[in-house]
């Protein structure tokens, strides 16, 4: 069994940074991909980025040049660095973890961005 737990949300004015992180726990090996996605109320959860076995990182294009996804090997975590944060940016956001080809979610942590 896996478990994720992100912390690092919160309420930030327009402009501002934040960082996520995010601890995988439990049979954590052959690690495929670690990333985060978000989520806003009657929409789909979106890809936000995520980081390769190999180290490659990709990005959506909305959070390109403002957002960096980066990892600690040693201790299973995964941070996600976001700056520049826009209202647009609000959104529940879920740490992704695929292991050996399954999936697994972490519960999920708020961003706010006030304008």
């Known amino acids: 069994q896996v478990q994720l737990v992100e912390s690092g949300g919160g309420l930030v004015q327009a402009g501002g940074s934040l960082r996520l992180s995010c601890a995988a726990s439990?049979?954590?090996?052959?690690?495929?991909?670690m990333g985060w996605h978000r989520q806003t109320p009657g929409k789909q959860r979106e890809f936000v980025a995520n980081?390769?076995?190999?180290?490659?990182?990709n990005y959506a294009n909305s959070v390109k040049g403002r957002f960096a996804i980066s990892r600690d090997i040693a201790n299973n975590t995964v941070y996600l660095q976001m700056n520049s944060l826009q209202p647009e940016d609000t959104a529940s956001y879920y740490c992704?973890?695929?292991?050996?080809?399954?999936?697994?979610w972490g519960q999920g942590t708020q961003v706010t961005v006030s304008s």
């Open positions: 992704m973890i695929v292991i050996r080809g399954k999936l697994y």
């Open positions: 439990g049979s954590i090996f052959s690690v495929n991909v």
């Open positions: 980081i390769l076995s190999g180290g490659n990182t």
